[in-house]
T-cell receptor, first 114, second 117 residues
Framework: GAGVSQSPSNKVTEKGKDVELRCDPI?????LYWYRQSLGQGLEFLIYFQGNSAPDKSGLPSDRFSAERTGGSVSTLTIQRTQQEDSAVYLCASSLGQMVYEQYFGPGTRLTVT | GQSLEQPSEVTAVEGAIVQINCTYQ??????LSWYQQHDGGAPTFLSY????GLEETGRFSSFLSRSDSYGYLLLQELQMKDSASYFC??????????????????FGSGTRLQVQP
């Protein structure tokens, strides 16, 4: 079956511009996560959606970052007024309900802010 | 909060056995997961331990000791394709975390495994 998909795969933007990153989770997965990974580093948690519950936004680094999930499926991560330090790979993952420990990751979006 | 420690790099030769350790500190423990990530690729789930002991899946095994807040990933009969980064991850299951609605995983910084011929 189809895995987690993300678009675009690469995004180059100028400092100060807004960007939107899209994630399409595995069908039937109610939990969706966004992470950020800088080159050679670990995964930094950003935000987590579970069903219709309020999202866990505790990892968002600033108010320039926001995310939404429409219809319990597709999610969009928005970064406003991008900064060079936002350059990273943004990974989306999904899981079955409360099976937080077994997450399925998408290929990521490599964001470069010039 | 949670913190995890794992070695930054490990080198081994083909056919050998390697153990990647992970120690964690969390105010409420729910289980230890392991993920593999090849360069340029996405992390993929390897194993999960909720109880003490060894879980075996083919050439890979994962161990957990809750009393020691410690786990490891054991890779046997190493192959060149095993060269990758390996991450341990925990979920904070403390009442404080749940009250905050925090249910996501915290990942370690990763161990880069280099398998040499």
């Amino acid at each position: 079956g189809a895995g987690v998909s993300q678009s675009p795969s690469n995004k180059v933007t100028e400092k100060g511009k807004d960007v939107e990153l899209r994630c399409d989770p595995i069908s039937g997965h109610t939990a969706l996560y966004w992470y950020r990974q800088s080159l050679g580093q670990g995964l930094e948690f950003l935000i987590y959606f579970q069903g219709n519950s309020a999202p866990d936004k505790s990892g968002l680094p600033s108010d320039r970052f926001s995310a939404e999930r429409t219809g319990g499926s597709v999610s969009t991560l928005t970064i406003q007024r991008t900064q060079q330090e936002d350059s990273a790979v943004y990974l989306c993952a999904s899981s079955l309900g409360q099976m937080v420990y077994e997450q399925y990751f998408g290929p990521g979006t490599r964001l470069t802010v010039t | 909060g949670q913190s995890l420690e794992q070695p930054s790099e490990v080198t081994a030769v083909e056919g050998a056995i390697v153990q990647i350790n992970c120690t964690y500190q969390t105010s409420g423990f729910y289980g230890l997961s392991w993920y593999q990530q090849h360069d340029g690729g996405a992390p993929t789930f390897l194993s999960y331990n909720a109880l003490d002991g060894l879980e075996e899946t083919g050439r890979f095994s994962s161990f957990l000791s809750r009393s020691d807040s410690y786990g490891y990933l054991l890779l046997q009969e190493l192959q060149m394709k095993d060269s990758a980064s390996y991450f341990c991850a925990v979920r904070d299951h403390s009442s404080e975390a749940l009250d905050m609605g925090r249910r996501a995983l915290t990942f370690g910084s990763g161990t880069r495994l280099q398998v040499q011929p």
